[in-house]
């Protein structure tokens, strides 16, 4: 045999000189959800491993995390139902704990990054990610909320804002509000393909934020549609996404390919909640072997073309990195 491409396998010297895809902790922006209160955290039993943190354990999450490498952070916040309402008033309110914990942070940590979640799901009485009117979600009466949402946020010290809510317009709608309030240098990390998907169900339980009625498939994309992806990025970027997001990740590798082929803009992936929970039971059980298969998930998602990937390992894999 003339071609023997085993010959290019034969060392680890070899095998690291060719390696084509390399991913590290910078690649990482890690999940937090948070808690009001002093009490103590709380596990997050569909998330083994996982807690929402009081303010003080964020912080604690937050350093051990940069010591690891790891800088990229988005916030999730636990809200208490009774602080919730139809038109997610608490997001913008003054009391809002996420708002004091991202001053906490940025305060304590200045080279962190933070990035936040706007949508009204968290703070919605109905918990949808728009605002519910007669059963249906009205896209253009959410915008104005969402806007509001995102200045305050960027008020607060959030570095990329993150509108997770899939309504039509609302990166535009979000670019001008925060351009107008002076925060020109806050960037938006759009999920802009962001499918009606069955992986989010531990997410839904650690925040309680599961829509009281119908579901999300009237915003969120259809599973089967690949190419309405590149719709959706034409329109984010005209809008001014500095990101664009594909969610989830490891169903979905051909989008994160096909936007990576098709845009210029950096692509994040969410390896989401249901991704997580499904390889770490199989590790607990016994039945796969969680330093081998955990960055061997997320190298898969780096390869297809995700320059930043959110995930519940990220500090797994910075410490099995740095031990590496």
């Not at 997001?245 to 950096?266: E, F, R, W």
């Given at each position: 045999m003339l071609i023997r491409p085993r010959r290019n396998r034969k060392s680890p010297v070899i095998r690291d000189m060719i390696q084509e895809t390399h991913l590290s902790p910078a690649n990482l922006i890690y999940p937090l959800f948070m808690l009001d209160g002093t009490g103590a955290k709380e596990e997050i039993k569909s998330l083994p491993g996982l807690y929402r943190l009081r303010e003080k354990d964020v912080l604690k999450e937050v350093e051990q995390s940069i010591e690891l490498g790891l800088k990229s952070f988005v916030l999730f916040p636990a809200v208490a139902e009774e602080l919730k309402d139809k038109t997610a008033s608490y997001g913008v309110s003054d009391k809002n704990f996420y708002h004091r914990i991202i001053r906490s942070v940025k305060s304590r940590f200045p080279e962190a990054i933070l990035m936040s979640d706007v949508a009204m799901d968290p703070y919605s009485s109905d918990g949808h990610d728009g605002y519910v009117e007669d059963g249906k979600i009205l896209n253009d009466e959410t915008l104005p909320i969402l806007v509001d949402m995102a200045i305050a946020q960027a008020e607060a010290g959030i570095d990329i804002i993150g509108p997770s809510d899939m309504m039509d317009g609302r990166v535009e709608a979000i670019r001008d509000g925060l351009d107008d309030h002076g925060y020109t240098d806050v960037s938006i990390m759009s999920y802009t393909a962001k499918y009606a998907s069955a992986f989010y169900?531990?997410?839904?339980?650690?925040?309680?934020?599961?829509?009281?009625?119908?579901?999300?498939?009237?915003?969120?994309?259809?599973?089967?549609?690949?190419?309405?992806?590149?719709?959706?990025?034409?329109?984010d970027e005209e809008e001014g996404a500095d990101f664009l997001m594909v969610k989830p990740a490891l169903c979905y590798l051909d989008v994160i390919h096909v936007?990576?082929?098709?845009?210029?803009?950096?692509?994040?992936?969410?390896?989401?909640?249901?991704?997580?929970?499904m390889l770490k039971a199989a590790c607990m059980n016994g039945w796969l072997d969680y330093d081998k298969a955990m960055p061997e998930m997320l190298l898969s998602i780096r390869r297809a073309g995700a320059d930043a990937i959110l995930t519940y390992f990220a500090k797994d894999f910075a410490q099995w990195y740095k031990n590496h």
């Amino acid at each position: 045999m003339l071609i023997r491409p085993r010959r290019n396998r034969k060392s680890p010297v070899i095998r690291d000189m060719i390696q084509e895809t390399h991913l590290s902790p910078a690649n990482l922006i890690y999940p937090l959800f948070m808690l009001d209160g002093t009490g103590a955290k709380e596990e997050i039993k569909s998330l083994p491993g996982l807690y929402r943190l009081r303010e003080k354990d964020v912080l604690k999450e937050v350093e051990q995390s940069i010591e690891l490498g790891l800088k990229s952070f988005v916030l999730f916040p636990a809200v208490a139902e009774e602080l919730k309402d139809k038109t997610a008033s608490y997001g913008v309110s003054d009391k809002n704990f996420y708002h004091r914990i991202i001053r906490s942070v940025k305060s304590r940590f200045p080279e962190a990054i933070l990035m936040s979640d706007v949508a009204m799901d968290p703070y919605s009485s109905d918990g949808h990610d728009g605002y519910v009117e007669d059963g249906k979600i009205l896209n253009d009466e959410t915008l104005p909320i969402l806007v509001d949402m995102a200045i305050a946020q960027a008020e607060a010290g959030i570095d990329i804002i993150g509108p997770s809510d899939m309504m039509d317009g609302r990166v535009e709608a979000i670019r001008d509000g925060l351009d107008d309030h002076g925060y020109t240098d806050v960037s938006i990390m759009s999920y802009t393909a962001k499918y009606a998907s069955a992986f989010y169900g531990p997410f839904r339980d650690a925040l309680e934020s599961a829509p009281k009625s119908g579901d999300k498939k009237t915003y969120q994309m259809d599973p089967a549609n690949k190419y309405e992806a590149l719709r959706e990025a034409d329109l984010d970027e005209e809008e001014g996404a500095d990101f664009l997001m594909v969610k989830p990740a490891l169903c979905y590798l051909d989008v994160i390919h096909v936007l990576k082929t098709h845009s210029n803009l950096p692509i994040a992936a969410y390896n989401v909640s249901g991704e997580y929970a499904m390889l770490k039971a199989a590790c607990m059980n016994g039945w796969l072997d969680y330093d081998k298969a955990m960055p061997e998930m997320l190298l898969s998602i780096r390869r297809a073309g995700a320059d930043a990937i959110l995930t519940y390992f990220a500090k797994d894999f910075a410490q099995w990195y740095k031990n590496h």
